[in-house]
C-alpha cells in the first residue's frame, strides 16, 4: 500500500466510516425491503390493537384513544425485536461472507469500523421505531379525532421507541458478531427470546414460594422481557423503580456484556483467514 493510501486510511473519521456504512445498507435492496417489512409489521400490530379496543371497548372511539400509547408501545416493541433479529442476521452474514474482512482493507482500525457498522444499524432501526410508532400514533389520532389521547404518555412512547429499537438493534448486532455464524446466531437468539423465558416461567409454577422473588428477578433479566418492559412506559406495576427504568437498566447491562466479548472476538477476526 503506498504511502499516500496509508496517509488516507489513518485520516479517516469515525462519522465517514459511519456515513459509509448507512449508505451500503440504504444501497441494498434487500435491506430497504427488509426494513419495509419490519415496519410493516410493526403498524400493523399497532393499528391492530387500536382496532381490538375500538371493536370491544363500550366507549369505541374513545376507549381506542386512550389506548394510542399502548399501540404505540406494541408497534416499537414488534419492530425492535424484528430489528434485532434483522442485525444479528446481517452481522453473522457479513463475517462469513467476506464483507468483514473487505472493510478492514478500507478502515483497518478494528474498533472504528466495529462501532461504524453497530452506529449505522441502530441509526436506521432508530428511523424503522419511529416511523412505525409515528404512523400508528397518526391512525390513533385519526380513530379518535385528536381527542382522549394522553399526549404525554404518547410522547413517552415515542422517545421509549427511540431509545430502545436502535438499542435492540445493537444488542443483535452483537450477538452476531460473537457468533459469527448465522445457526448458531439465531439459536442464541431463540433461546434468549423464547426458550429461557418460557423455561424460567414453568419453573415460577412448580418452584416453592421461597424461590419467587430470585426467579421473577431471572424472568426479568432475560433479554426478550427486557424489551419489552423498557417500551412499558404505560405499566402501573409498582416497584421501587419505574417497570421502563428497570427494563433499560437490563438491556443496558446485557449490551455492555455483550459488547466487551464481541470486541475481544472481532479484535481477532481474520487473523486465521
Do not use: K
Not at 456504512?21 to 435491506?31: A, I, M, Q, W, Y
Not at 428511523?127 to 400508528?136: R, T
Not at 402501573?236 to 470486541?263: C, D, K, R
Amino acid at each position: 500500500m503506498s504511502p499516500h493510501v496509508i496517509d488516507q486510511v489513518a485520516a479517516q473519521r469515525w462519522s465517514t466510516v459511519v456515513g459509509s456504512e448507512v449508505r451500503r445498507h440504504l444501497g441494498s435492496r434487500r435491506f430497504r425491503a427488509r426494513m419495509a417489512v419490519i415496519v410493516g409489521l410493526g403498524v400493523l400490530a399497532g393499528l391492530g390493537a387500536l382496532a381490538f379496543v375500538a371493536a370491544f371497548d363500550p366507549r369505541g372511539a374513545e376507549g381506542a384513544a386512550g389506548s394510542a400509547p399502548v399501540a404505540v408501545e406494541t408497534a416499537a416493541g414488534v419492530v425492535a425485536v424484528l430489528a434485532g433479529l434483522a442485525a444479528l442476521s446481517s452481522a453473522a452474514a457479513e463475517t462469513t461472507d467476506g464483507t468483514v474482512l473487505s472493510s478492514l482493507l478500507v478502515v483497518p482500525n478494528r474498533l472504528r469500523l466495529l462501532t461504524a457498522r453497530a452506529v449505522a444499524l441502530m441509526m436506521t432501526g432508530a428511523v424503522a421505531g419511529l416511523l412505525a410508532a409515528g404512523l400508528v400514533l397518526g391512525g390513533g389520532f385519526a380513530i379518535s379525532g385528536g381527542t382522549g389521547i394522553d399526549v404525554r404518555l404518547a410522547a413517552m412512547s415515542m422517545v421509549a421507541a427511540a431509545l430502545v429499537v436502535p438499542l435492540t438493534a445493537l444488542l443483535g448486532f452483537l450477538t452476531g458478531t460473537l457468533a459469527r455464524r448465522g445457526a448458531a446466531a439465531m439459536a442464541v437468539a431463540m433461546g434468549a427470546l423464547l426458550v429461557l423465558p418460557l423455561a424460567i416461567g414453568a419453573a415460577q409454577l412448580a418452584a416453592p414460594p421461597a424461590l419467587t422473588p430470585l426467579l421473577s428477578f431471572a424472568l426479568a433479566a432475560t433479554p426478550g422481557v427486557a424489551v419489552m418492559q423498557a417500551l412499558s412506559v404505560t405499566s402501573s406495576q409498582p416497584g421501587a423503580l419505574p417497570v421502563f427504568v428497570m427494563g433499560l437498566g437490563m438491556l443496558a447491562a446485557w449490551i455492555v456484556i455483550v459488547a466487551a466479548a464481541a470486541h475481544a472476538r472481532f479484535r481477532r477476526e481474520g487473523h486465521n483467514a
